[in-house]
Every structure is written in structure tokens, then in C-alpha cells.
Nanobody
Framework: VQLQASGGGLVEPGGSLRLSCAAS????????MGWYRQAPGEQRELVAA???????NYADSVKGRFTISRDNAKNTVYLHMNSLKPEDTAVYYC??????????????WGQGTQVTVSS
């Protein structure tokens, strides 16, 4: 399974960005797709995740500002980020958790995309 993330960049405080992450390869069945982030010197943390049925959960720090969505037909997950703050600056990673054709679980990480919020 390969994950291709895109959409990061430099944005001013209060601005918006949309991240995308497309899964390809021997997917078989994807259960949960999510976004994590890691700032310099910090541990990687969950930002948001969404199940195949559309149930989503968010970190408290992004509730009301970020929205996660997915297109199951395209095996793609999106993260819509609004009202961005400097503390949102981090490398954002997508992650997918699923089941392969033999019934075994798997998880894969994307390569990361930099989000910088600065004036």
C-alpha cells in the first residue's frame, strides 16, 4: 500500500489549507484513515481520523477548525484546515489502517507534508 500526501504549504494565521492523501496498491479494505502531525521536538500526535462509515474524531486543539472527510471510491482522505494558527505548524502525516486479502490487519504511513503557519 502506498500513500501519497499533498497540499501542504505556507499560509498566514487565519488562513486555510486542504491536505489530501490517496492510497493505492494492495488495499483490499481500508478501515480507518487519519492525519497525524509532528512539530519539531514534539511527539507525533493524532489530528483527526475517520472510519469507512464516516465516523470522525478530532484532537481537542483542532475541533471546530479542521474537518476530515474521505472519498471511499477514490481511497482518499482529506483534511480541511481553517483558522490556522502558528501552533498548527508541523509535518502532517496520513495513516491508513485496513485489512489485506488474507484477513490480516495492516497500517501504513504517508511521507509527510509540511504545513507552516506564519506571517
Amino acid at each position: 500500500v502506498q500513500l501519497q500526501a499533498s497540499g501542504g504549504g505556507l499560509v498566514e494565521p487565519g488562513g486555510s489549507l486542504r491536505l489530501s492523501c490517496a492510497a493505492s496498491g494492495s488495499i483490499y479494505r481500508i478501515n480507518t484513515m487519519g492525519w497525524y502531525r509532528q512539530a519539531p521536538g514534539e511527539q507525533r500526535e493524532l489530528v483527526a481520523a475517520i472510519t469507512s462509515g464516516g465516523s470522525a474524531n478530532y484532537a481537542d486543539s483542532v475541533k471546530g477548525r479542521f474537518t476530515i472527510s474521505r472519498d471511499n471510491a477514490k481511497n482518499t482522505v482529506y483534511l480541511h484546515m481553517n483558522s490556522l494558527k502558528p501552533e498548527d505548524t508541523a509535518v502532517y502525516y496520513c495513516k491508513t489502517v485496513g485489512t489485506n486479502g488474507y484477513g490480516y490487519p495492516y497500517q501504513y504511513w504517508g511521507q509527510g507534508t509540511q504545513v507552516t503557519v506564519s506571517s
